[in-house]
């Protein structure tokens, strides 16, 4: 039940500037949304980078936050896919063209016209959101809630590099050990592959969080691994780490930069790259990235370690996440 017309959210008003708490009227849904009430959103790094002014052009003023989960409480007139009451989730792909080259070539992450949730869109630093049907994910029923929120982007990035790092992995490295890496692992190791996680030098807390979830090996990021990786992910936005990981390689080996925007990447020797080595990015999200991660989290299952904060205290959930202070993940915990 809608029993204001009013809502609470935290607004960007002005990139370099702190969020500020209004009162917005409650969205209505068009003819193929529905709205949503929120009941947690992630913070991410991407939310940093918006805050900061480093993703060009944001819509002004913006409801930033694309780690929704929420309960469907209205849909538009052609709305059919959901009903009240359904658990739902929204991610950062908000909508896409569908006429594109990329879309027609069944790669709608890269579309020229795609909408962002929390960034060309509003999402859900609110208590509510509106999204379209057609770009929200079912929502399995135990992860409506605080720890069901990172799944919405770090668990689809996660999800999304680790299908590009193929399907004959075996070892799995993953450099930057936080919200994306933690989850990953859950899933690799539920899929019986040894995985190695790399952290920041000195970082035993870290080690030994990965361990308890399963890593084969935990060590610092400058460090070699026991056995040669046939893929590695790096969701730590350093560089310099490519040519390491690179070197961590065996022949064929991939290295999936994890939907990350990484300082620059120091010139390294062609021989790292030979025998068939492979770099690439990872940018954005398809709807089946949402799909095929959602049937395997139940199976695993993905838990997730959050530190919670109130919606007006969204700012300081950003300065702690950008301070590093902050394991696990950042959820605002916004209603029931
Ligand atoms: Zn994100
Ligand atoms: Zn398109």
Known sequence: MITSKKMRAMVLT?????????????????????????????????????????????????????EIVGEVVATGKSADRCTIGDPIGVPWLGSTCGACRYCR??????????RFTGYTLNGGYAEYTVAHQDYCVRLPKQYLNVNGAPLLCAGLIGYRSYRMAGDTVQRLGVYGFGAAAHILTQVAV????????????????????????????AGDSDSRPPDELDAAIIFAPVGALVPRALRATAKGGVVVCGGIHMSEIPSFPYRILWEERIVRSVANLERRDGEEFFKIAPEVPVRTEVRTYPLEQANEALNDLRAGKVEGAAVLHIGE
């Open 14 to 66: 002005r990139p370099g500037e702190p969020l500020v708490a209004r009162e917005l009227e409650i969205p209505q849904p068009g003819p193929k949304q529905i709205l949503i009430r929120v009941h947690a959103c992630g913070v991410c790094r991407t939310d940093l980078h918006i805050v900061d002014g480093e993703l060009p052009e944001p819509k002004l003023p913006l409801v930033l936050g694309h």
């Open 105 to 114: 070539s069944g790669r709608e992450n890269l579309c020229d016209n795609a």
């Open 190 to 217: 539920h899929q019986g592959k040894q995985l190695y996680a790399f952290t920041k030098a000195g970082d035993t807390e870290g080690q030994k969080f990965a361990r308890r979830l399963g890593a084969t090996w």
